[in-house]
T-cell receptor
Framework: DQQVKQNSPSLSVQEGRISILNCDYT??????FLWYKKYPAEGPTFLIS?????DKNEDGRFTVFLNKSAKHLSLHIVPSQPGDSAVYFC???????????FGTGTSLTVIP | NAGVTQTPKFRILKIGQSMTLQCTQD?????MYWYRQDPGMGLKLIYY???????DKGEVPNGYNVSRSTTEDFPLRLELAAPSQTSVYFC?????????FGPGTRLTVL
């Protein structure tokens, strides 16, 4: 049972434009959400997080939006750069330390 | 500061063999995790630990065992390897919240 879903396996965007990656979850107990970026043959690296008490968190070119009523979060990358080409995973947890549930990932390609 | 290190990077096992995947972190994090990633899938939690001497099952623990005798080390043991355990294994550590991942171990069981 996939509790965190990323329904778009891939996304292509022109350099300089906005990339929007989406993530849906089913468990209303989730209250902490993270995005990770993964290059081939490497482990995931942390990108940005948000807790359920907020609906937006920003870090440079990366912004995460959380819509609790819709059980939906999205990652916006503006402007997109070729180095952003990677697989992006969203993850959710009912607390900050124990079990994390990951989506299946979205492969982003930024075209120069 | 090496972060999270995993050994080996690659391994091929025969069905029924056993092996231990090593994971070490030097960040003094209490939380440690083992995940597996199958092709086209997300990461699935195998086991996790909230501190030395404490471990708990994740989503897919069958066929694996762990121990946590020190804060730094969190080895994952496969006792009787099966083809279904062919996967990439990632270890991670965390102070609570953000997880820091190792580079992974690619395991093939033939």
């Amino acid at each position: 049972d996939q509790q965190v879903k990323q329904n778009s396996p891939s996304l292509s965007v022109q350099e300089g434009r906005i990339s929007i990656l989406n993530c849906d979850y089913t468990n209303s107990m989730f209250d902490y959400f993270l995005w990770y970026k993964k290059y081939p043959a490497e482990g995931p690296t942390f990108l940005i997080s948000i807790s359920s008490i907020k609906d937006k968190n920003e870090d440079g070119r990366f912004t995460v939006f959380l819509n609790k009523s819709a059980k939906h979060l999205s990652l916006h990358i503006v402007p997109s750069q070729p180095g952003d080409s990677a697989v992006y995973f969203c993850a959710a947890s009912p607390n900050t330390g124990n079990q994390f549930y990951f989506g299946t990932g979205t492969s982003l390609t930024v075209i120069p | 500061n090496a972060g999270v290190t995993q050994t080996p990077k690659f391994r091929i096992l025969k069905i029924g063999q056993s092996m231990t995947l090593q994971c070490t972190q030097d960040m003094n994090h209490n939380y440690m995790y083992w995940y597996r990633q199958d092709p086209g899938m997300g990461l699935k939690l195998i086991y996790y630990s909230v501190g030395a001497g404490i471990t708990d099952k994740g989503e897919v623990p069958n066929g694996y065992n762990v121990s946590r005798s020190t804060t730094e080390d969190f080895p994952l043991r496969l006792e009787l390897a099966a083809p279904s355990q062919t996967s990439v294994y990632f270890c991670a550590s965390s102070p609570g919240g953000t997880q820091y991942f190792g580079p992974g171990t690619r395991l093939t069981v033939l």
